[in-house]
């Protein structure tokens, strides 16, 4: 069977489409959406469409190619572009075809469309001078690829823009059978001039990283070429900004039934460790350091492989929705790792998640943690702690222009007093904390949520 891979970033116009393409291919059973944690309704589109979706570790196309394929259990692999208005109904098929034949270990689209211009300005220029091997293939950047499990997992691939180049040069030293394969016309989003920029730079620099690797021209004066001009993110609008009220979950034990960390312990055998980092730390902030050391080598799949295991509250997806139907938006706010919170988020329908910043290195994570500095504590702040939810919360306040009286926050453990109690409407979910029941408006003893739609008006 087949996998198929879609990097997106605010796609919500085209992924619906993509998806279904990948559903109606016969030999096609796993659809993964990498998310760059789009702000449009891309996340909810894929998964209406029937995909399942997670977040990526770091920000880049090739950063969740990779991720895609470390979460991936087939031995094919297809990754499509998400922005694709209109892919032929088999293009899976024909990218597939010469690897299932075993005539192929490695495919590549071509396609007619407009010249890229990275393509001719930049990339076959370059290519021409150290790896002239690469310029038989007519579009050696595009991104719609397939390829053997076996041969994807020698290639490097690049964080960003890159990607597309280094996956092809690198299948061409591992000497494996390539085929370009024809899908007809595509029409796609057009690169902004000033993004434009970003890519060409990121473009080069994997093409000069393998031609130092593996050829002999030297690279001292290209090195220096001014290829690049201007550099420039797009901006992305803020799409909640109309939205004037907000729901604010806790995700370990209140969410998920169950704490990932305890989970994750058990899996990878550090259970005693962690009882002693618990019991000889009562700082936040070193607790959250110390503990991440302990996921250190760890990657993606391995992670997210736990919080898979941990069920949700049975009813929580059909609350959130109903609430986003009220006109609130609907947010996680954890004291764990985002790669889990945003999970957590894409699993639910939830507009955004907010944890600590588990760092990764190539999909692996590095034991280091860095905690969002809206955590920490500042002159505005309504308790004494250094890091605290509830600052957290007053900066989502300030952002979306919504008062903290309309703010309902739910939560479990002694971290969440404070955002129980500083919110509009504060709820203590299945807790055994005294101080937190007795600070919550409102106590919720079975797990469901359903009663929140009593008063979330």
């Not at 021209?217 to 690049?228: Q, R």
């Not at 305890?262 to 936040?284: D, G, P, Q, R």
């Amino acid at each position: 069977m087949i996998s198929v891979i879609i990097p997106v970033l605010n796609e919500e116009k085209t992924i619906g489409h993509v998806v279904s393409i990948a559903k109606n291919s016969p030999n096609v059973d796993e659809i993964i959406v990498i998310d760059d944690k789009s702000i449009d309704r891309t996340v909810e589109t894929a998964k209406e469409a029937g995909a399942s979706v997670i977040t990526s570790t770091k920000i880049g196309k090739g950063a969740s190619m990779r991720d895609g394929f470390l979460v991936a259990h087939n031995d094919i692999i297809v990754y499509l572009d998400g922005d694709i208005e209109n892919y032929i109904p088999n293009v899976i098929e024909r990218m597939t075809a010469p690897i299932v034949n075993d005539e192929a270990d490695f495919t590549k689209s071509t396609f007619q469309r407009e010249a890229g211009r990275v393509t001719e300005l930049v990339a076959k220029p370059l290519l021409s001078l150290m790896m002239p091997e690469a310029l038989k293939f007519s579009q050696p950047l595009s991104g719609i690829i397939a390829g053997k499990k076996e041969f994807l997992r020698k290639i490097d691939f690049e964080n960003d823009y890159g990607v597309d180049i280094g996956i092809l040069l690198d299948m061409i030293k591992l000497n494996a059978r390539i085929k370009e394969v024809n899908i007809g016309k595509i029409t796609n989003k057009m690169k902004q001039w000033r993004e434009l920029g970003r890519m060409s730079l990121e473009v080069s620099r994997a093409i000069l990283k393998r031609a130092q690797k593996h050829c002999e021209f030297s690279l001292d004066s290209l090195e220096t070429i001014n290829i690049i001009r201007d550099q420039m993110e797009m901006a992305i609008k803020e799409s909640l900004a109309p939205l004037r009220k907000m729901i604010i979950f806790d995700m370990d034990n209140t969410i998920l039934q169950g704490r990932f960390i305890y989970e994750a312990a058990k899996e990878f055998n550090f259970e005693k460790e962690l009882l002693k980092v618990l019991a000889t730390n009562s700082e936040s902030f070193m607790l959250t350091k110390l503990i991440a050391q302990h996921l250190k080598g760890l990657n993606i799949a391995q992670l997210l492989a736990v919080a898979e295991k941990i069920p949700v509250v049975p009813d929580t997806v059909e609350v959130i929705a109903e609430l986003k139907k009220r006109g609130y938006i609907i947010g996680i706010l954890s004291d764990s790792y985002d790669v889990i919170a945003q999970y957590v988020k894409n699993k639910t329908g939830a507009d955004f998640a907010i944890a600590n910043e588990l760092e990764f290195s190539n999909s692996i994570a590095t034991g280091e943690v860095k905690v969002p500095n809206f955590f920490i504590r500042t002159e505005q702040s309504k308790c004494n702690h250094n890091f605290c939810k509830s600052n957290v919360m007053m900066r989502l306040s300030e952002k979306h222009n919504i008062p903290l009286g309309n703010i309902i926050s739910v939560g479990d453990s002694e971290y969440d007093i404070c955002i129980v109690r500083f919110a509009g409407i504060g709820i203590a979910f299945c807790s055994n904390n005294y101080v937190l029941n007795s600070v919550a408006d409102y106590k919720i003893e079975t797990k469901s949520f359903r009663p929140i739609l009593d008063f979330a008006s």
